[in-house]
Every structure is written in C-alpha cells, then in structure tokens.
C-alpha cells in the first residue's frame, strides 16, 4: 500500500478546509501570479503566512523538504545558470566563470518564487478532497465550449490519487538498489538508468491496472460530483486574497 505524503489530502477542521474549492483555486491562481512580481517586502509576508499555515494544517517540514527533494535540485541548477549568465559586477572572475553581484541577486529572487509557489499548492492539496477539486476544475472548464470538462478532472483527480502510489514505487525501486548495492556504483549514469527503467515500468504498469479496474467497474465520466455552495467566510477569504494582490501589484507600480 503506498504510504501518505506531504501531497494527500489531510482530514482537519480548520478554516481552509472549509472553504469552497473553488475560492481556494482562485486564491491559488492569485497568489501564484503575485509572487511572480510581489517586492521582497510581501515575499516575505507570504512565505511567514505559508510556514504558519502549514504548522497550523501539522505538516511534517521534514518530510515536505526530503518530498521536494529533487525539486531542489533543479532550483539549484536554476540558482547557478542565472548566477553565471546574468551582467553585472563580478564577485568572482575568472577566465573561464565570472559570477555577479546582480545575477546572485536574481538568482535568489527567482529560485525564492519558483519555492514560494510549490509551497502556496501543498496546503491546497492538504485542505481539498481530490473528489472537490475534480468538480470545481469541471465547474471551471464546463462553459469553455470544446474542452471535455469531466475528463479533464477526472485525469486531474486521478493524478492527485496515484501521487503516493509513484511515491512509494519509487521508494521500493531505491530500496532494491540499495539491496543489489548499485548505490555503490560510481557512475552516476548507470545508477540513473538501473533507477529509472523499472520506475517507469512500474508506474506505467500501476496505470494499466487502473485503467483495467475502472473498465471492469464501468466507470464513466458522467458522475453526480460534491454540490458546491459558497458562504459569507468563502467571500471575505476571496475578497481579503484580491484586496492583498491588487495592494501588491499598487506597490510593485509605484517602486518602478
């Protein structure tokens, strides 16, 4: 059975998870957009705001930074192109490097956003049932002619579901290299490649079982999903989130 992630829904009774999903998307899609252009100043509003949502939701940080893990790794890779390839006054200079005072600068900015925005989902995805969050991308998409809103969310509550599935294959698949000691190994590729082969089989083969299992159940697309009903707490949340991102966005055009 695959083991719970930072990325599952997490049963609570705290404010985020009552609100409507479909507030929680919009606020989602708000704060995502500010932090691409917020000042330093709010950046750090909302990463104090994310740290005590996640305490407030019990989050294990351990677990959400081994999760993220890889994720790090491209953020440091990122981290190191914009440092090498951004103008400026060089802190180091070599014949061959030169590292900038404004591309360190840059780089912190844009790997500190690119974190801020995989951490405003992971509460998202603590707070909302996958079912909810199937229905309100279906609410969403519905008057959009041409778009197969029920598939569409049914892929997307699906993803949601086999998250700790892939998790968990991916641990058994490390277990058993370090079982055949291929860990030791010292070439990066071959380690990668005994790692990524059976992953990728296994995934995919977990995916033919459910297709399998859902044909065998009848599944279809036209399922009656949660009835959605928003509140006055709904509406303050929305209009609080707007008020903030419009003050933002005032902020960001007067420092130009």
């Given at each position: 059975?695959?083991?719970?992630?930072?990325?599952?829904?997490?049963?609570?009774?705290?404010l985020?998870?009552?609100?409507?999903?479909?507030?929680k998307?919009?606020?989602?899609?708000?704060m995502?957009v500010t932090?691409?252009k917020?000042?330093i100043?709010?950046?750090?509003?909302?990463?104090?705001g994310q740290?005590?949502?996640?305490?407030?939701?019990?989050?294990p940080?351990k677990?959400i930074?081994?999760e993220?893990r890889?994720l790090l790794?491209?953020?440091?890779?990122v981290f190191?192109?914009?440092?090498l390839?951004?103008p400026g006054?060089?802190?180091?200079?070599l014949?061959?490097l030169t590292?900038s005072k404004?591309?360190?600068?840059e780089?912190?900015l844009i790997?500190?956003r690119?974190l801020l925005?995989?951490?405003?989902?992971?509460?998202f995805?603590?707070?909302?049932?996958p079912?909810?969050i199937?229905a309100?991308?279906?609410?969403f998409l519905?008057?959009?002619?041409?778009?197969?809103?029920?598939?569409i969310?049914t892929?997307?509550g699906?993803?949601?579901?086999?998250v700790?599935?892939i998790?968990?294959?991916?641990?058994e698949t490390?277990?058993?290299?370090?079982?055949?000691?291929?860990?030791?190994?010292?070439?990066?590729i071959y380690?990668?490649t005994?790692?990524a082969i059976p992953?990728?089989r296994?995934?995919f083969?977990?995916?033919?079982?459910?297709?399998?299992?859902m044909?065998?159940?009848?599944?279809t697309?036209?399922?009656?999903?949660p009835k959605?009903s928003?509140?006055?707490?709904d509406w303050?949340t929305?209009?609080?989130?707007?008020?903030?991102?419009?003050?933002?966005?005032?902020v960001?055009?007067?420092m130009?």
């Amino acid at each position: 059975m695959a083991q719970l992630t930072a990325f599952h829904y997490r049963p609570g009774n705290t404010l985020a998870h009552h609100l409507d999903a479909r507030v929680k998307f919009i606020v989602l899609i708000l704060m995502s957009v500010t932090v691409l252009k917020a000042p330093i100043v709010f950046l750090c509003l909302i990463i104090i705001g994310q740290m005590m949502l996640i305490g407030r939701l019990q989050m294990p940080l351990k677990a959400i930074l081994v999760e993220l893990r890889f994720l790090l790794f491209l953020l440091a890779a990122v981290f190191v192109a914009r440092a090498l390839s951004t103008p400026g006054t060089p802190v180091v200079a070599l014949k061959w490097l030169t590292i900038s005072k404004e591309g360190l600068h840059e780089a912190a900015l844009i790997v500190w956003r690119m974190l801020l925005i995989v951490l405003l989902g992971l509460p998202f995805v603590a707070t909302t049932r996958p079912a909810d969050i199937k229905a309100a991308v279906e609410w969403f998409l519905k008057p959009v002619p041409f778009l197969p809103a029920a598939r569409i969310g049914t892929m997307i509550g699906l993803l949601l579901r086999f998250v700790p599935t892939i998790f968990a294959q991916a641990g058994e698949t490390m277990d058993a290299q370090r079982a055949r000691a291929v860990e030791n190994r010292k070439n990066p590729i071959y380690r990668l490649t005994k790692f990524a082969i059976p992953f990728v089989r296994r995934t995919f083969e977990s995916a033919d079982r459910l297709a399998l299992a859902m044909e065998a159940r009848c599944y279809t697309e036209n399922r009656t999903g949660p009835k959605f009903s928003a509140c006055i707490r709904d509406w303050i949340t929305l209009v609080v989130a707007v008020g903030f991102c419009c003050l933002v966005f005032v902020v960001e055009i007067a420092m130009q």
